[in-house]
């Protein structure tokens, strides 16, 4: 049976030429689509599926040099960027995901919005926001890798409902790739927990408040006693 091949690019991307990770679907003239917007196949109610990502371990050149660039930028460990690039999508800027995480880092819509991507499938864009948003997670729980891949993967909100690494088979695995990659032990708890500071604070009017916030406005004496 022969079939006649149309090829929809719905997002260009400047100064690369990789096609690998599109969707393929069959349309009803019996034809084989492949497209890289997702959109326009969930509009059709077509049946889809996801090409994997490509598997070869070298980086492109251009990508390693713009992460080096961007960890330095937002002085982030580097071995802990290119894990999880690997890990995504093994540098396909057209990768997508069965929950419609798009890119090299895999952008969710929110995620890619709240740090001003306009295009998800641009690897620029989408490398920087991807830093971004692991310099922001990596911050947030004070260097602890498990946690931090744990929030990338699975959300903040997972994060907090388990008081640490949630219970996902898929999380869990994740974290494990991660840091297998970055060439670190991936022994960690599920209920590996941030640890927080403890702070006594005692005001000008002889007032001891013990508390695990800090005062915005310090007018006494300040210790951290944890």
């Known amino acids: 049976m022969k079939f006649k091949i149309i090829i929809f690019f719905g997002a260009w991307f400047i100064g690369a030429s990789l096609f690998a990770g599109l969707i393929v679907r069959q349309d009803r003239n019996g ?4 497209t890289n917007t997702l959109e326009k196949v969930r509009a059709k109610k077509e ?5 994997p990502a490509a598997r070869n ?5 251009h990508y390693k ?3 080096q660039s961007l960890t330095q930028k937002h002085q982030l460990r580097e071995d802990l960027v290119f894990a999880v690039a690997r890990a995504e999508s093994s540098f396909n800027p057209f990768a997508v995901s069965p929950k419609g995480a798009v890119g090299i880092m895999q952008l969710m819509k929110d995620t890619a919005r709240q740090y001003g991507v306009i295009n998800r499938y641009n690897a620029s864009e989408n490398m920087e926001a991807g830093v971004k ?3 922001y997670l990596y911050e947030k729980y004070r260097g602890n890798i498990p946690l931090t891949l744990a929030a990338y993967n699975a959300g903040e909100e997972a994060v907090s409902k388990y008081g640490g690494v949630p219970p996902y088979p898929e999380t869990k695995q994740y974290i494990r790739r ?3 990659l970055m060439g670190v032990s991936s022994t960690f708890s599920s209920a590996a927990r941030v640890k927080t500071k403890i702070y006594k604070y005692t ?5 001891t408040i013990i508390t695990d ?3 915005s406005q310090i007018t006494g004496t300040l210790e951290i006693i944890n």
């Open 213 to 215: 916030t800090l005062p």
């Open 31 to 34: 034809h084989i689509v492949l």
């Open 178 to 180: 991660v840091m297998s």
């Open 57 to 61: 371990h070298a980086v492109p050149l």
């Open 203 to 207: 005001t000008s009017a002889g007032t």
């Open 47 to 51: 049946s889809i599926t996801f090409l």
């Open 133 to 135: 948003h692991l310099k």
């Open 65 to 67: 040099e713009k992460i």
